[in-house]
C-alpha cells in the first residue's frame, strides 16, 4: 500500500511532531510535585488551554472519520449531538461550581461527598471498563484506519506506533502534558479541516451547487427534523434522547469535566466551558459538511470520488482534494485528533484508577507512591487499548459515530439520573442512587443482550421489511435507540425518586455544599461573584446561534 504523502508533506508532518515534542519535553522539564499536579495539572490553567482541551479530547479520530460518514450516508439529523454546545455551557453554569466546591479529583470522588463509597466503587469500575471497550477501541480503530489512508501505513504499526507515542508522553507528563499538547492539536486540526471545507464547496461548486445535487438523490440529507415514527433518526430521541446522553458526556464523564477541575477557580472553570461550548458547534462545518460535500462528489464524479464504506469520507477528500504540504498539514490534524482523545482517556482512567481504586485500597500511601501507581496505569490502559486493536479492526461494518451514540444512550440515563438530582434536590440519598445505578447497568446488560440476539431478525426486517420475529424481548430490542434513552432515563428518575423518599433523608450537614437545598449564604456570595455579564452575553448568543442552526436545517 503506498502513501499519498510527497516529500514535502513529510517535512510538514515532521515540523509538526516536533513541535508537539517540544511542548511535551517542555512540560515534562517543569516536573510534577504530587497527585494534584499530575492529575489536575496544578489547578492552575487558564480558560483558553481549559476550552481547547475540552474541545480536542471531544474530537477524536473516531469523531472525524465518523461524523464525516455519517454525514455521508444519513446526511445532518447526527448533528443534533453537535449541537450540544449549549449543554456544555450546563456544565459550566450548574454542574461546575458543585464539583469544585467540594475538592474533588474525579466523578466517582464527588458521588462519594455527595452519596456514599458505593457509588464511588460502582462508577470507578463501570467507568474503568467503559472507557477501554468504547473510548481507547474505537478512537484506536478510527485511528487504524486515517493511518491506512493517508500513510500507506499497515494499520498494526500505524495504530501501534500512534498509541505508544501518545502512551509516552501522558505517561511522563501527566495532565498538564496532555492538556497543553491538545491547546496545539485544537489549532492544527480545525486549520486542517476548514481548509479541507473550503476547497470541498470549490470543488462541488459552491453550497447552493451542493444542496441541489444531494437533494436530487437525497432529499432529505439536510433536514435534522425526521419524523417520530423514523427507525433510525426520529427528532423526539435526538433532540431529548440526546440531550440525556449529552448532560451524562459533557456534565458528568470525567473524561471532559477533568479538563475544567484543572481550574483554579469557578470563573475560569466556568469561561473554560463556554470557549469549549463555541468551539463545539465546528463539527458541524469541518466535519460533517465535508461529509456531505463527499456524498455530492461520489454523484457527480463517482469514478473519482466514489466510496466502498461511508467512514472512508474524510480521508478520501484528504487524497483527492489537497495540494502538496497541505496532505502533510492535515494528516497531522486527524493525528492530532487521534493522540488527544487517546491522551485524555488514558489519564482519566489513570486518574480514576489510582485516586478512586489504588488510594481507597491503600489509604496510607505517600504522593510519591500514588504518582508511581497513576504511570503504571496508563501504561496498563496503553496495553489494554493495544489488546484491543485486532478485535476492533474486525468491526469494519456500519457508521462508527452512529454506533458509538448507540452504546452510549444506554450507558447515559441513569448516570445522568444520579447526578442531575443529586446536585438540584437534596433529598436524593445514597440509597436511591446505587439502586439507580444497579438497576440501570441491568437494563443495559438486557438490551444489549437482546439487541445481538435479535441482529439477525432485526436485519433481515429493515432489508426486505418482513418481520420474522415478535415478543416483549423482541420489542424490547427493536425500540430506537435515542427513545430507548428517554425511557432508561425517566425509568431511572422515577426511581431514584421514589427510594428516596421511601428510605432516610441524608445528612445535610454532610453534604452541605453539595446541592442547591444545602448552600450557605457564603456559597452563594462566592457564586454570584463568579461570573461577569460577558460571561452571561456569550452565553446567550450561544444559544441564539444553536437555535439558528436547528431552525436552519430543516430540508
Given amino acids: 500500500m503506498g502513501t499519498v504523502l510527497e516529500s514535502w508533506d ?93 475538592g474533588a479529583f474525579t466523578m466517582p470522588e464527588f458521588l462519594e461527598k ?24 474505537v478512537t484506536i480503530y478510527a485511528g487504524g484506519i486515517v493511518v491506512s489512508e493517508l500513510l500507506g501505513i499497515p494499520f498494526w504499526y500505524g495504530a501501534i506506533g500512534i498509541v505508544i507515542f501518545t502512551g509516552v508522553y501522558t505517561i511522563i507528563g501527566g495532565m498538564k502534558a496532555v492538556i497543553y499538547t491538545e491547546t496545539l492539536q485544537t489549532i492544527i486540526l480545525i486549520l486542517g479541516s476548514v481548509i479541507i471545507t473550503y476547497l470541498g464547496l470549490q470543488e ?3 453550497w447552493n451547487q451542493l444542496s441541489s445535487t444531494v437533494k436530487s438523490v437525497s432529499p432529505e440529507h439536510f433536514n435534522m427534523w425526521r419524523p417520530m415514527s423514523d427507525p433510525d433518526f426520529p427528532w423526539t430521541g435526538l433532540l431529548f434522547g440526546g440531550t440525556i446522553v449529552g448532560i451524562w458526556y459533557w456534565c458528568t464523564d470525567q473524561y471532559i469535566v477533568q479538563r475544567t477541575l484543572a481550574a483554579n477557580n469557578i470563573k475560569v472553570g466556568r469561561r473554560g466551558a463556554i470557549f469549549g461550548a463555541y468551539l463545539k458547534l465546528l463539527p458541524i462545518f469541518i466535519f460533517l459538511i465535508p461529509g456531505i460535500i463527499a456524498f455530492a462528489l461520489s454523484i457527480q464524479n463517482p469514478e473519482v470520488f466514489g ?83 485486532p478485535i476492533m ?50 437494563l443495559l446488560i438486557i438490551r444489549l443482550a437482546s439487541e445481538i440476539y435479535y441482529q439477525p431478525q432485526i436485519s433481515h426486517f429493515r432489508e426486505t421489511g418482513e418481520q420474522v420475529a415478535s415478543g416483549i424481548m423482541y420489542g424490547f430490542a427493536t425500540i430506537n435507540f435515542a427513545h430507548m434513552a428517554i425511557f432508561m432515563f425517566v425509568f431511572s428518575v422515577g426511581l431514584c425518586v421514589l427510594m428516596s423518599l421511601a428510605t432516610t433523608p441524608p445528612n445535610y450537614e454532610r453534604i452541605k455544599g453539595l446541592s442547591f437545598g444545602t448552600l450557605t449564604i457564603e456559597d452563594k456570595k462566592l457564586s454570584k461573584g ?21 431552525s436552519y436545517f430543516t430540508g
Fill in 10 to 102: 513529510w517535512v510538514v508532518l515532521g515540523i509538526y511532531f516536533l513541535a508537539l515534542i517540544a511542548v511535551a519535553v517542555w512540560v515534562v522539564l517543569q516536573k510534577n510535585k504530587n497527585t494534584e499536579d499530575y492529575f489536575l495539572a496544578g489547578r492552575n490553567v487558564g480558560w483558553f488551554v481549559i476550552g481547547a482541551s475540552i474541545f480536542a479530547s471531544n474530537i477524536g479520530s473516531e469523531h472525524v472519520v465518523g461524523l464525516a460518514g455519517t454525514g455521508f450516508e444519513s446526511g445532518t439529523p447526527m448533528a443534533h449531538y453537535e449541537l450540544h454546545a449549549w449543554i456544555v455551557l450546563l456544565l459550566g453554569w450548574l454542574f461546575l461550581p458543585f464539583y469544585i466546591r467540594s
Fill in 114 to 137: 455527595r452519596f456514599d463509597s458505593r457509588s464511588r466503587w460502582f462508577l470507578s469500575l463501570f467507568s474503568l471498563v467503559g472507557y477501554v471497550l468504547t473510548k481507547v477501541s
Fill in 204 to 206: 462541488v461548486g459552491g
Fill in 307 to 389: 466510496l466502498d464504506k461511508a467512514d472512508r469520507a474524510f480521508p478520501m477528500l484528504v487524497k483527492a482534494l489537497l495540494p502538496i504540504g497541505l496532505k502533510g498539514l492535515v494528516a497531522g490534524g486527524l493525528m492530532a485528533a487521534l493522540m488527544s482523545s487517546l491522551a485524555s482517556v488514558f489519564n482519566s482512567c489513570s486518574t480514576i484508577f489510582t485516586i478512586d481504586v489504588y488510594k481507597k485500597l491503600r489509604p496510607n500511601k505517600t504522593e510519591k507512591e500514588l504518582l508511581s501507581i497513576g504511570k503504571v496505569a496508563t501504561a496498563v490502559i496503553v496495553f489494554l487499548g493495544i489488546l484491543w486493536i
Fill in 393 to 442: 479492526e474486525k468491526i469494519g461494518g456500519g457508521v462508527m459515530y452512529q454506533y458509538l451514540q448507540n452504546v452510549q444512550s444506554y450507558i447515559a440515563p441513569p448516570v445522568t439520573a444520579v447526578f442531575l438530582l443529586g446536585i438540584i434536590w437534596k433529598r436524593t440519598n445514597s440509597q436511591a442512587a446505587i439502586t439507580t445505578l444497579l438497576t440501570g447497568l441491568g
Fill in 530 to 550: 463568579s461570573y461577569s455579564k460577558i460571561d452571561i452575553v456569550l452565553s446567550v448568543l450561544l444559544v441564539i446561534i444553536v437555535i439558528g442552526i436547528l
